[in-house]
């Protein structure tokens, strides 16, 4: 009575792809939140700024130039 794998790998498989989709829309609403708020990018350079790298890099080649700049600025400008 040779148990059968087939429900296990089924088990397996939806829980993967519950992952990976948890992921694309995780990665997908951070990215919608720091290309629309200046401030949450500066929480994010604050506590992530491994991630805020990212996103400047994925912008940049995107051809969008000039938003690292502005912000820096503007968070310049805000210690002064």
Not at 31 to 46: C, G, L, V
Not at 50 to 57: A, N, S
Not at 64 to 78: F, H, I
């Amino acid at each position: 009575m040779a148990r059968t794998t087939g429900p296990l790998s089924r088990k397996i498989f939806k829980g993967v792809l519950a992952a990976e989709l948890v992921g694309v829309f995780g990665a997908y609403f951070l990215f919608k939140k720091m290309n629309s708020s200046q401030d949450f990018r500066q929480t994010m350079s604050k506590r992530f700024p491994f991630i805020l790298e990212v996103y400047y890099k994925s912008i940049e080649q995107s051809g969008m130039y000039g938003v690292r700049e502005k912000d820096q600025e503007k968070w310049l400008a805000s210690r002064n």
